[in-house]
C-alpha cells in the first residue's frame, strides 16, 4: 500500500474501517484527494438476452484494475417514475437492448479500463427481440418486462371528454387522418460524464451533468441503500441537454459505488456511441386523428389515437404516454375531445423526454390535419385557426386552464412579417409557404413523486458589502436560468445586477427545486426567488423608512438607491440600507417557496397536463423544393411567441432560434431509427447510426434566416400566475416548425409528406404516386380500455368521472 502524506511531506496514517453512514473508506486528516480512477461499461451485444453467466477473474487480475462490478452489485431498481422502477445500473438478469450495460470495470486510466472490459465474458441466451409497437402488439411473449398493462404494453389509457361520437356524427364534415412521427435523440454537444468521491467527512458526493439533481439524488440514496443527508449531487454546468439528462443514468450509480467501495474519486464520461444507447429521446408515435369540423369551420369534435414505441424501459413514458394527447385541446376550441393512447415495450434504448415532450408528435398531425380542413372548406389556413382559438381565462374539455393566451397576435404577426396574404400559393413552381402554431406548458402542476411540498425553493443572502447570493436547486443547462433568477432579483431590490451571484443545482447547499424541465424554471424558481427577494425588500424598508421619512410601503428600491417616492432625489445607496437594515436586525436573509395552484380535473389522470401558464407561437416557413431530386431548401422561416413579458430579449430570442433549429432538423433528417442484422451475423436489432458521422443534424449551413418576433402583453394582460408576467420560451418554439415545414412543402409541389422526417426521397414517391401522398396506410388494432369519462365544464360538468347516460350524447 502506498503512504499517504500530508502537506509538509510526512507520512499520514490511514484510518482502518469505513464510515458507519455510507460505508466508504475514510482517511485521516484528508487534505488531498487520492488518486482518481476511470470507469468503463460493457455493453450487450443483443437487444434481447438473458444472462446466464459473467466471468470477471481475468479482468480483476488484469494489471491497474482497481474494482469489477456487475449486477449483483445492485440489487436494488431505479426509475425516474415511481410507477416505472424497473432499471437496474447494471443488468442483474436480463438486457433490452443493444448497449444494456452489463458490467463496470474501473482502473487507473481509461485505457487500462477498455482492456480489462475484453477480458470479461458473458454468456447469454438469445431472447426474441420486439422491433416496434405493432409487433409488440401482435406478440405479448416473451415479455419485455413483467410488469405493465399486459403483454408488452407498458401503458394503455383512455380519456373522453364529452360524446365525441355524437359530436362528429352531427358534424358536416369528419376528416380521418394518419401521420408517424419517427424518434430521434437530443444530441447536445456534451456528452453524460460523472465524477464521484467521498469527502472528507465521509459523504458522498457526485458531480454530473444532470438537468434534476434532486431526482437524482432521491434516487441514488434509494440504490445504494445510503441515507439522502449523506449524498450531495452537484449539477455541473451542461453544455446542452434537451431532456436527455433528467433521467438517472446507469453510470453515476456505477462510479458513485465504486467510490464508496474504494475511497477514491471514480469518473466516467461517456462516448457519443454510448449516448446513442443511453437515448431518453423522442418516441417514435403513429396517430390516428378523427375531426369532425363544420361547414363554416368550426371544430366540433376530436378522437385522437396513439401508439408509442417505447424502448426497452419505462423513464419517463408514463407521462410521455399522456402528453402525446393532453394539450392538443389547449390551442384550439374542441368542444368534445377523446383521446386514447398505448405505449408498448420494444428491445431499443428507452425513449424518454425530448425538447417539447410528448407533444410535438401529436401538433404534427394537428397542424396538418387542419391545413387539410382548410382547403377542403376554401378557408385561409391562417383564418381557420383564428377562428378557433381558445380564449384567455377558460377551461379546455379535458378541465385544463388557460389563463392568458396571445396566439392570436402572434397568427397575426407572422402572417403580416411573411407576406403570407400577399404570397401563399403564388410564388411560383416549386416554392410554397406554410403555417402552424402551437402550445407549451409552463413548468408541469404536479411533481413526478406525489407530495404536498413546494416545487422551488430559494433562498437569499444579503451582507453589509453590498452582496446579493441567490441559492436555488435549478440548473443551468445552457437555456440562461441562472441570469433569469440573477435579474429577477435586481430587479425587485434595485440592485445592481453585477452584484448578483446565484448558486444552483447543488443538493448540499441550496434548496430543492424539481429541475430544468417542462419549461418550469422562470416560472417556479422565479416566482419562489421573487417571494424571497420581496420578504427582504419589505425588512428593509421597514428599518429605512424612519431615516426616510416616509411609510415603509412607500419606499421604492430602485437602480441602486433607496429613496421616498415623492423624493427621489434623496435616499441612500443600496449597500448603505443594507448595512443600516443588519445594524438594527442582524444578518439578513429570506427565503421563498412555489407551489403551482392545484389541477381542476378530479378524475384519475388528471394531473398531467395542468400548468401555471401555457405559452403560444406560430410559424410560417418558406421552402424550395426541386421536383427533379425530391430536395428541400428552407430560405426562411418567421416565428412569433407568446412570451407574456420577455425578461432578457437576447436570450429569449436565442432560445426561439434554438427552437427552430431542432425543429428543422427534426423535419427534414433526424431519425433514431434501428436495423436487424442479418441472420448469418446475429439477426440482432441494431442502431442504424449511432454516430454524429452517419447520425444527420443541421449544420451551421443549413441554417435559414429566423425572423423573430416576442409577442408581449400590457400589464392588465399579462399572465398572474408569472414572474411580471413572463412565460416559458424554451421549448414551445420548436412544436411550430414541424408542421409548417410541411404544410409549405405541399404549398410549393403539391403533394404530403404525413410523416416525419420528410426527406428527398419521400417527396419523390410522392410525386410520383397517384395519391400525391407517403404516410403511414393503416392503424393497427390497440386494446384501448374503456375510456375514462368526464363531462366537459360546459357541458355541467364537475371535473369528475361520470356515467354516460342519453344527455350525455346530446350535441
Known amino acids: 500500500m502506498k503512504k499517504r502524506f500530508d502537506i509538509v511531506g510526512k507520512p499520514r496514517r490511514r484510518v482502518d474501517g469505513r464510515s458507519k453512514v455510507t460505508g466508504a473508506l475514510r482517511y485521516a486528516d484528508d487534505l488531498f484527494m487520492p488518486r482518481m480512477l476511470a470507469a468503463k461499461l460493457l455493453r450487450s451485444p443483443h437487444p434481447h438476452a438473458v444472462i446466464q453467466e459473467i466471468h470477471t477473474e481475468k479482468a480483476r487480475a488484469h494489471p491497474g484494475v482497481h474494482l469489477v462490478l456487475t449486477g449483483r452489485d445492485f440489487p436494488v431498481p431505479f426509475g425516474i417514475m415511481p410507477v416505472s422502477v424497473d432499471e437496474y445500473p447494471l443488468a442483474r438478469e436480463r438486457v433490452r437492448y443493444v448497449g444494456d450495460p452489463v458490467a463496470?470495470?474501473?482502473?487507473?486510466?481509461?485505457?487500462?479500463?477498455?482492456?480489462?472490459?475484453?477480458?470479461?465474458?458473458?454468456?447469454?441466451?438469445?431472447?426474441?427481440?420486439?422491433?416496434?409497437?405493432?409487433?409488440?402488439?401482435?406478440?405479448?411473449?416473451p415479455r419485455i418486462h413483467d410488469y405493465g398493462e399486459q403483454g408488452n404494453i407498458h401503458r394503455n389509457q383512455s380519456y373522453e371528454f364529452g360524446e365525441v361520437g355524437a359530436a362528429l356524427a352531427k358534424s358536416d364534415y369528419v376528416f380521418e387522418d394518419l401521420f408517424f412521427y419517427e424518434g430521434n435523440t437530443h444530441l447536445p454537444m456534451e456528452q453524460q460524464a460523472s465524477l464521484a468521491f467521498v469527502d472528507p467527512e465521509g459523504k458522498l458526493?457526485?458531480?454530473?451533468?444532470?438537468?434534476?439533481?434532486?431526482?437524482?439524488?432521491?434516487?441514488?440514496?434509494?440504490?445504494?441503500?445510503?441515507?439522502?443527508?449523506?449524498?450531495?449531487?452537484?449539477?455541473?454546468?451542461?453544455?446542452?441537454?434537451?431532456?436527455?439528462?433528467?433521467?438517472?443514468?446507469?453510470?453515476?450509480?456505477?462510479?458513485?459505488?465504486a467510490a464508496l467501495v474504494l475511497g477514491r474519486p471514480v469518473k466516467i464520461g461517456l462516448t457519443r456511441e454510448e449516448v446513442f444507447y443511453v437515448h431518453r429521446g423522442r418516441h417514435p408515435v403513429l396517430m390516428k386523428m378523427q375531426t369532425g369540423v363544420t361547414k363554416d369551420g368550426k371544430l366540433t369534435g376530436m378522437h385522437l389515437q396513439t401508439l408509442l414505441d417505447g424502448g426497452g424501459y419505462g423513464s419517463h413514458g408514463p407521462a410521455s404516454t399522456f402528453y402525446t394527447g393532453v394539450l392538443t385541446p389547449v390551442t384550439y376550441?374542441?368542444?368534445?375531445?377523446?383521446?386514447?393512447?398505448?405505449?408498448?415495450?420494444?428491445?431499443?434504448?428507452?425513449?424518454?423526454?425530448?425538447?417539447?415532450?410528448?407533444?410535438?408528435?401529436?401538433?404534427?398531425?394537428?397542424?396538418?390535419?387542419?391545413?387539410?380542413?382548410?382547403?377542403?372548406?376554401?378557408?385561409?389556413?391562417?383564418?381557420?385557426?383564428?377562428?378557433?382559438?381558445?380564449?384567455?381565462d377558460s377551461l379546455t374539455a379535458s378541465w385544463l386552464h388557460v389563463g392568458s393566451?396571445?396566439?392570436?397576435?402572434?397568427?397575426?404577426?407572422?402572417?403580416?412579417?411573411?407576406?403570407?396574404?400577399?404570397?401563399?400559393?403564388?410564388?411560383?413552381?416549386?416554392?410554397?409557404?406554410?403555417?402552424?402554431?402551437?402550445?407549451?406548458?409552463?413548468?408541469?402542476?404536479?411533481?413526478?413523486?406525489?407530495n404536498k411540498m413546494p416545487h422551488s425553493g430559494v433562498q437569499i443572502l444579503l451582507d453589509r458589502s453590498g452582496s446579493v447570493i441567490v441559492y436555488c436547486g435549478a440548473t443551468e443547462i445552457g437555456q440562461g436560468s441562472d441570469d433569469v433568477?440573477?435579474?429577477?432579483?435586481?430587479?425587485?431590490?434595485?440592485?445592481?445586477?453585477?452584484?448578483i451571484r446565484v448558486v444552483t443545482g447543488d443538493t448540499g447547499i441550496t434548496p430543492v427545486d424539481l429541475g430544468s424541465y417542462s419549461s418550469r424554471v422562470t416560472i417556479m424558481a422565479g416566482n419562489a426567488a421573487l417571494q424571497a427577494a420581496d420578504r427582504l425588500r419589505a425588512t428593509i424598508a421597514g428599518v429605512v423608512s424612519e431615516t426616510l421619512g416616509t411609510l415603509?410601503?412607500?419606499?421604492?428600491?430602485?437602480?441602486?438607491?433607496?429613496?421616498?417616492?415623492?423624493?427621489?432625489?434623496?435616499?441612500?445607496?443600496?449597500?448603505?440600507?443594507?448595512?443600516?437594515?443588519?445594524?438594527?436586525?442582524?444578518?439578513?436573509?429570506?427565503?421563498?417557496?412555489?407551489?403551482?395552484?392545484?389541477?381542476?380535473?378530479?378524475?384519475?389522470?388528471?394531473?398531467?397536463?395542468?400548468?401555471?401558464?401555457?405559452?403560444?407561437?406560430?410559424?410560417?416557413?418558406?421552402?424550395?423544393?426541386?421536383?427533379?431530386?425530391?430536395?428541400i431548401h428552407v430560405p426562411k422561416i418567421w416565428i412569433a411567441h407568446d412570451i407574456g413579458r420577455a425578461l432578457n430579449p437576447t436570450l429569449a430570442r436565442g432560445q426561439v432560434i434554438g427552437g427552430v433549429y431542432m425543429g428543422l432538423g427534426e423535419a427534414l433528417m433526424e431519425e433514431q431509427s434501428f436495423r436487424r442484422l442479418p441472420e448469418k451475423l446475429s439477426g440482432a436489432l441494431v442502431h442504424r447510426?449511432?454516430?454524429m458521422l452517419d447520425y444527420k443534424s443541421l449544420t451551421a449551413l443549413d441554417m435559414p434566416e429566423v425572423e423573430v418576433a416576442l409577442i408581449e402583453q400590457e400589464d392588465e394582460m399579462r399572465d398572474p400566475n408569472c414572474p411580471y408576467g413572463a412565460k416559458e420560451v424554451g421549448q414551445g418554439p420548436l412544436l411550430p416548425v414541424m408542421p409548417a415545414v410541411a404544410n409549405a412543402i405541399y404549398d410549393a409541389v403539391g403533394v404530403r409528406i404525413d410523416e416525419i422526417p420528410i426527406t428527398p426521397d419521400k417527396v419523390l414517391r410522392a410525386l410520383e404516386s397517384q395519391s400525391k401522398r407517403v404516410g403511414p396506410e393503416s392503424f393497427p388494432a390497440v386494446p384501448y380500455p374503456e375510456p375514462t369519462f368526464v363531462l366537459p365544464p360546459w357541458e355541467e360538468g364537475d371535473g369528475k368521472e361520470t356515467k354516460r347516460d342519453a344527455k350525455t350524447a346530446v350535441v
Open 104 to 141: 463496470a470495470v474501473i482502473a487507473k486510466d481509461e485505457q487500462t479500463a477498455v482492456e480489462a472490459l475484453r477480458l470479461i465474458e458473458v454468456r447469454y441466451k438469445v431472447l426474441k427481440p420486439i422491433s416496434g409497437p405493432e409487433e409488440g402488439l401482435k406478440n405479448p411473449e
Open 205 to 257: 458526493q457526485l458531480s454530473s451533468s444532470t438537468q434534476n439533481p434532486h431526482y437524482l439524488h432521491r434516487q441514488l440514496a434509494r440504490v445504494l441503500q445510503v441515507p439522502e443527508t449523506q449524498i450531495r449531487v452537484v449539477a455541473t454546468p451542461n453544455g446542452g441537454a434537451f431532456g436527455g439528462k433528467c433521467d438517472p443514468g446507469g453510470h453515476e450509480f456505477v462510479v458513485c459505488r
Open 333 to 392: 376550441h374542441y368542444p368534445r375531445f377523446k383521446f386514447e393512447a398505448c405505449r408498448v415495450f420494444t428491445n431499443k434504448p428507452a425513449c424518454g423526454p425530448k425538447r417539447g415532450h410528448g407533444t410535438p408528435q401529436p401538433r404534427f398531425g394537428q397542424e396538418v390535419q387542419l391545413d387539410k380542413i382548410a382547403e377542403k372548406l376554401g378557408i385561409d389556413p391562417a383564418e381557420l385557426r383564428l377562428k378557433n382559438l381558445t380564449k384567455a
Open 405 to 450: 393566451t396571445g396566439l392570436a397576435e402572434c397568427i397575426e404577426k407572422v402572417v403580416a412579417m411573411s407576406g403570407w396574404k400577399q404570397r401563399r400559393g403564388k410564388l411560383g413552381k416549386g416554392r410554397g409557404l406554410g403555417l402552424a402554431c402551437s402550445t407549451y406548458m409552463c413548468g408541469a402542476g404536479v411533481a413526478i413523486y406525489w
Open 485 to 499: 433568477l440573477a435579474g429577477l432579483v435586481a430587479e425587485a431590490l434595485g440592485a445592481e445586477i453585477g452584484n
Open 552 to 631: 415603509p410601503d412607500r419606499v421604492v428600491f430602485s437602480q441602486g438607491r433607496v429613496f421616498a417616492a415623492d423624493q427621489p432625489g434623496g435616499g441612500m445607496t443600496f449597500v448603505e440600507a443594507v448595512a443600516m437594515a443588519e445594524g438594527a436586525l442582524g444578518t439578513l436573509s429570506a427565503v421563498g417557496s412555489y407551489s403551482p395552484p392545484k389541477a381542476l380535473g378530479k378524475y384519475k389522470g388528471a394531473g398531467v397536463g395542468p400548468s401555471p401558464a401555457y405559452s403560444f407561437s406560430a410559424c410560417v416557413v418558406e421552402t424550395e423544393v426541386d421536383e427533379r431530386t425530391g430536395w
Open 689 to 691: 447510426a449511432p454516430s
